[in-house]
C-alpha cells in the first residue's frame, strides 16, 4: 500500500508452490494453467501482426478466421496438433468478474454498436445536402462563394454536389447491372 507520507517501497520476493504438494496455500490459484501457457505462446506470434497490419482490429471478435487470436476455429486447430493441450471453447478464455461467461456476448455486442457507430458517422459526414456533412459544405459554399455570386448561387452548387455524389453511388449499383443487358 502506498501512502503519501511515506517516500519508501518495500519490495516482497513471492513464490508460487503446488498446491497439491504438500505446500498449503490460502488465496492464489491459477486455473487452467494450460490454457494460460497456451494463451501466451500463442499471443506472442500476435506482437508484430497488429503493428504490421492495423486492418486485424477491425476483425470483430465472433469470426472465427486465422486473423482473430481468439476464434474457435483458431484455437482448435492449434490446440489439435499438439497431445498435451485439449481443445478449448473461447468462452472459457473469457471470463470476467461481474458477467462471467456472459463477457463474450457483450464484447460481441459492444463491437456491433461500434461499428454501426463508426459507419452512421461516416455516412453523415458525406457532403450530400441533408446530411451533416452537406450541411457544412454548403455553409462553406456560403462564406466562400455566397458573398461574390450569391446565397442561391451557393445553395445550387451545394444541391449539384449532391447530385454527382448520389449518381456516383447509384453508377456503382446499378452499372454492373447494365452490362448484363448488353
Given at each position: 500500500?502506498?501512502?503519501?507520507?511515506?517516500?519508501?517501497?518495500?519490495?516482497?520476493?513471492?513464490?508460487?508452490?503446488?498446491?497439491?504438494?504438500?505446500?498449503?496455500?490460502?488465496?492464489?490459484?491459477?486455473?487452467?494453467?494450460d490454457?494460460?501457457?497456451?494463451?501466451?505462446?500463442?499471443?506472442?506470434?500476435?506482437?508484430?501482426?497488429?503493428?504490421?497490419?492495423?486492418?486485424?482490429?477491425?476483425?470483430?471478435?465472433?469470426?472465427?478466421?486465422?486473423?482473430?487470436?481468439y476464434?474457435?476455429?483458431?484455437?482448435?486447430?492449434?490446440?489439435?496438433?499438439?497431445?498435451?493441450?485439449?481443445?478449448?471453447?473461447?468462452?472459457?478464455?473469457?471470463?470476467?468478474?461481474?458477467?462471467?461467461?456472459?463477457?463474450?456476448?457483450?464484447?460481441?455486442?459492444?463491437?456491433?454498436?461500434?461499428?454501426?457507430?463508426?459507419?452512421?458517422?461516416?455516412?453523415?459526414?458525406?457532403?450530400?445536402?441533408?446530411?451533416?456533412?452537406?450541411?457544412?459544405?454548403?455553409?462553406?459554399?456560403s462564406?466562400?462563394?455566397?458573398?461574390?455570386?450569391?446565397?442561391?448561387?451557393?445553395?445550387?452548387?451545394?444541391?449539384?454536389?449532391?447530385?454527382?455524389?448520389?449518381?456516383?453511388?447509384?453508377?456503382?449499383i446499378?452499372?454492373p447491372?447494365?452490362?448484363?443487358?448488353?
Open positions: 500500500m502506498l501512502r503519501k507520507d511515506v517516500k519508501e517501497v518495500k519490495k516482497f520476493n513471492v513464490e508460487l508452490r503446488d498446491l497439491g504438494g504438500g505446500h498449503p496455500m490460502i488465496g492464489v490459484k491459477i486455473a487452467n494453467s490454457i494460460l501457457e497456451w494463451s501466451v505462446q500463442y499471443l506472442d506470434s500476435y506482437k508484430n501482426v497488429a503493428l504490421k497490419n492495423p486492418i486485424i482490429h477491425l476483425v470483430p471478435p465472433s469470426y472465427p478466421t486465422v486473423l482473430h487470436p476464434s474457435d476455429r483458431v484455437i482448435c486447430s492449434t490446440t489439435n496438433q499438439s497431445t498435451t493441450t485439449a481443445c478449448f471453447d473461447v468462452k472459457s478464455l473469457y471470463i470476467h468478474p461481474l458477467f462471467g461467461q456472459n463477457y463474450y456476448i457483450i464484447a460481441n455486442l459492444l463491437f456491433w454498436i461500434w461499428f454501426v457507430n463508426i459507419n452512421v458517422a461516416i455516412f453523415n459526414a458525406l457532403p450530400i445536402y441533408p446530411l451533416d456533412g452537406g450541411q457544412a459544405l454548403r455553409k462553406l459554399f462564406i466562400t462563394i455566397g458573398k461574390k455570386l450569391g446565397e442561391k448561387s451557393a445553395f445550387y452548387l451545394s444541391v449539384s454536389v449532391t447530385l454527382v455524389l448520389v449518381g456516383l453511388i447509384f453508377s456503382l446499378m452499372v447491372y447494365l452490362a448484363l443487358l448488353a
